[in-house]
Each structure stands twice: as C-alpha cells, then as structure tokens.
C-alpha cells in the first residue's frame, strides 16, 4: 500500500481503520506516524466540534413543543417573527383590496401574517385566471390523469391517501406553483358546481385557526393541516364545506 | 454506531422525549456549526424538533431516527436559507464552552482550528460534522447527502487535508 492511499483512507475515517491498514502502519514507521498525527488531529477536531455550549434551557424547550403545537397556540419561533412577518407585511402593504374575515379564531382574527397571505392566495387565482376561466365556462373539460396529480402533489411533499374520491371529481388542472417564495405548492383545479374549484395544498407554516378569504369574485378558506395548509377558492355561492370534507381528510404530507 | 435504536416507550409523546434526550446536543452542535449562528441554530433546533413531533408517525424505523432528524433539519436550514439570509455577525468562537478544565493538550491553537472548520467549504464541512458530530458511516452519509460512498470518503478526506494545510500541519496535495 503506497503512502497516498494510506493517507486518503486514514483522513476520511482516522478513528475506524481497517485492519489492513493497521497492518501496513505496523511494518512501515512513516505510515505509522501518519497515522498517529491523524489521530492526534481527530482528538482535537472532535474536542474542537464537540466543545459546543448548548443552550441551557433548550431541552425543556423542546420538551414542551408538543403541548404548545397541540393547543394550537402559536410556537415562539424567531424565524415566524422575522423572515415571514417582514415578507407578509410587506406583502399586505400591496395589497389593500382583498376582504379577510375571520371564521373561527382564538385571538380576534387572522394575524397580519394570515392576511397577507390570504391577500397572495386570491393574487394568485388571477395568475391562473384564463385556466379558472375556461373551467368555469366549461370550455376546458379535460381530465388531468392520477399519476399526473400525485406528481404534482409529491413535489410539494404532499399526497392523498386515497384517490378513489377524485375519480368522483375530475381534476382539470394541476400545477406546482410557487404562492409564496420558495414554498413549493400543490395546485389542483377540479370541476364545482359553479366553475373552477381550486385546490392548494402549501407545506408552510401552519395558520393558527382556519380562517376565510375572499375578494369580489372569490371566496376562500384557509385550513391548517399540521405541517401546512389546505387552501380551497371558488366562485361565490360554491359550497366549499363540502370540498373542505372530502380533502382534509385525505391529504398528508410526506415528511 | 448511529443505528442504535434512540426512541424508546409506547406513546408518541415518550417516544419524542427520548428523541430529544438523546439527540438534542448532538443535533445542536450539528447545527452551530452548519449555520455558524447561536440564535440560528436555536432556532432552527427548535423548527426541526417541532416538525419531528408532527411527523413522528412516518417514522418507519426507530434505527433510522438519528439520520431522519439530521435530515429534517438539514431540510429546514436549507428552506431558512432559501427564504432568509440573515446578515451574521463573525461570532467565530461565541459558543465555544468556557469549561476548558478538561481540554487536552494545546497541540493547536483552538481558534485557528475553529476558524478554519467555518472557512471550510460546505461541501467539506458538512460530510464530516455529519461523521464527527453525528456518528454516522460514510454510506449513512451518502444517504443523508444524496451522495455516493465514494465522493463522500473523498469529501472527507479533503476535508481533513484542508484542515491540516490551513493549520500546516500537513503537505497534502489534494490534487493528487
């Protein structure tokens, strides 16, 4: 064994060596002493990685995250109060026009967070307006196949757990889509009673309470799912209870 | 070995208290050093032990659970990153333990070994935190990194030679 494959093999793993190895340091004194400093090295990086204060009150802070996320109260994060508040204020400066009204809450209403994003989900329906469009008119009665759906669904790392219910329900159309940034979201469209119904399914932080959305055109509501939210929009005078019972149920989330 | 089953009891909320009592440390340490933030990494320990909670039912393998979580987390630092990059402050040195009573011989400088693992590139860096810190086998963390074996030893290698070539310890030529 030459010295430069003693060397690579006992850098990437100085602390489980082959016996091969050993053998080799054994008859010859410079491998030897390569190994050795290697592990003189490791000693030290291993004290040097490992040498890190850890907070003390974190576990108990993790200890208690469960009964926090359970009680639905919201989890002190400070990623939640800075990255996302900044961007969803932001967001809702822009937007003044979307009607937000509070179904169910704990505190009072949505927060500035919910707002704004319920203000990029009706946004959003008007990207896809044309598709939202020509479902309602009933000029687009295509079927989007199952497989296609369920890749759509799995690049937001979500799927339904039963797809037996969609047969039921033609799915017009299905789209990743980026609502918000870097969220990748599942967008499905399926055939209502009175044009497009639109499905989201987001993997981002859940909303603290389900909570409806609307605009003239559009009413919504936004449904907390563990990981996520189950958004469903459609044309006024939709009944989206009943969509809201036959997806809540069915959707789960990948990780 | 990292597949020593960490989860132990019957119900999810013992099964997660064992998850964390084995873990956590581990899984902070991990952290610092990938976000090289005390806050940050706090932070993103706390996002990655939330979402375990919910998901914990998708754990297939008690054995797997070291490498799911590290995997989550990894998950979350890279959304933290795609969504936010926070303007850190060199705090080279700022979670290092004060209790060096125990510490061995200076056969280094700790600061100079501490800033060059955070110069250290993270295709580097990571693979051997994962090792280091993790405990984990280089197929583990080809697994983890969607990596093959291979480049992963590679990775590892390098990342000691650059280590010690920063600290010039060692002629290395990493192109050989």
Known sequence: MDELE????????????????????????????????????????????QNIEIPAALANTLLDLPERAESSAPVASKLASTSFFQYYAMAASLVLAVGIA???????????????????????????????????????????????????????????????????????????????????????????????????????????????????????????????????????????DEYKALFEDRVEWTI | MSDTPVIHGNTKQQRYESLVAALYQDVFRYTYWLCKSKPLAEDLVQETFLRAWRSLESLQSDKAAKAWLFTILRRENARLYERYRPELVDIEGQAIAENDENEPDNRMDRELLHNAINRLESEYREPLLLQVIGGFSGKEIAEILDLNNNTVMTRLFRARSKLKQELKLDGTDLDE
Request: with cysteine; aromatic share 6%; glycine share 4%.
């Open chain 1, 6 to 49: 003693f060397r690579t093999r006992v850098y990437a793993n100085p602390t489980d060596v082959d016996k091969d190895l050993l053998e080799a340091a054994q008859a010859e004194p410079r491998l030897q002493t390569i190994l050795d400093d290697a592990r003189a090295f490791e000693a030290d990086l291993q004290h040097q990685l």
């Open chain 1, 102 to 240: 509070a179904v169910l809450t704990l505190n009072g209403g949505p927060s500035a967070t919910e707002t704004a994003f319920g203000a990029d989900l009706i946004m959003h329906m008007y990207h896809e307006i044309n598709e939202i469009d020509a479902i309602t008119a009933g000029t687009d009665t295509s079927t989007i196949a199952m497989p296609a759906v369920a890749q759509v669904m799995a690049e937001a790392e979500t799927q339904f757990n039963d797809e037996e219910f969609l047969r039921a329900m033609p799915v017009r159309f299905a789209k990743p889509c980026v609502i918000i940034p870097t969220y990748q979201s599942a967008h499905l469209m399926v055939q209502g009673s009175h044009g497009a119904v639109n499905v989201i399914v987001i993997n981002n932080s859940p909303v603290n309470s389900e909570y409806s959305i609307q605009d003239d055109r559009f009413d919504g509501v936004v449904v907390p799912m563990n990981e996520g939210n189950l958004i469903l929009i459609g044309e006024k005078d939709e009944n989206l």
